[in-house]
């Protein structure tokens, strides 16, 4: 799910081949010295490629675009950063406020029903404005997939752990129905 899936699924658009090693997060393992050594954060995911080491999703997504396929990041200056500006957009504004649910839908905390409704109110507004930019858009750059649309897809896929409900929002649910039946989600998604 999340960050981790986000990797996965660009990975699965691009083709690529590579080697999954689970960490057990209940377990701590993400904590421990030997993991800690790879990413002193001791956050996941972590993409190790040779002599890069990388870690942040939105991060390893852009270095794996850059190495196979830069088309995925936009053609031109401006839809490289329309690209950007709608994945920094939707992890600063509404990843963080959707997290409560994670953490409580994977007992990392006690459910608490209270927080997870101020979750998504907080959340409203900006869904509001990605809504309004997909009026009329297939993706979010218009008619072309890119890794705009697997990094602000994989935020969105937080909304369904704090129960948020689509009806409100026509234009992200066709959206987020569209992206996640490519087969490379759905390739992701099952590994």
Do not use: C
Not at 82 to 92: F, G, Q, R
Not at 131 to 153: M, Q
Not at 172 to 182: D, G, S, V, Y
């Amino acid at each position: 799910m999340g960050s981790s899936l986000r990797t996965h699924w660009m990975l699965a658009e691009l083709g690529v081949d590579y080697e999954q090693m689970p960490l057990n997060m209940r377990e701590r393992e993400h904590k421990k010295p030997e993991f800690l050594a790879i990413n002193p954060t001791g956050q996941v995911p972590v993409l190790i490629d040779g002599e890069t080491v990388l870690s942040e999703s939105l991060a390893i997504n852009e270095y794996l675009g850059l190495k196979f396929n830069p088309e995925m990041l936009g053609m031109t200056p401006a839809e490289k950063a329309e690209a950007w500006k709608w994945s920094l957009w939707a992890y600063v504004n509404i990843q963080h406020k959707l997290e409560e649910g994670v953490y409580q839908a994977i007992g990392m905390r006690p459910e608490n029903a209270e927080l997870i409704a101020k979750e998504v109110e907080a959340v409203k507004p900006y869904l509001q404005i990605l809504e309004n930019h997909l009026k009329g858009k297939k993706y979010l750059l218009g008619d072309k997939f890119s890794v705009s649309d697997i990094n602000v897809g994989m935020t969105m896929s937080y909304a369904k752990y704090s129960k948020l409900e689509w009806t409100d929002f026509p234009n992200i649910a066709a959206w987020l129905k569209l992206i996640t039946e490519r087969p490379a989600y759905l390739k992701a998604t099952a590994t």
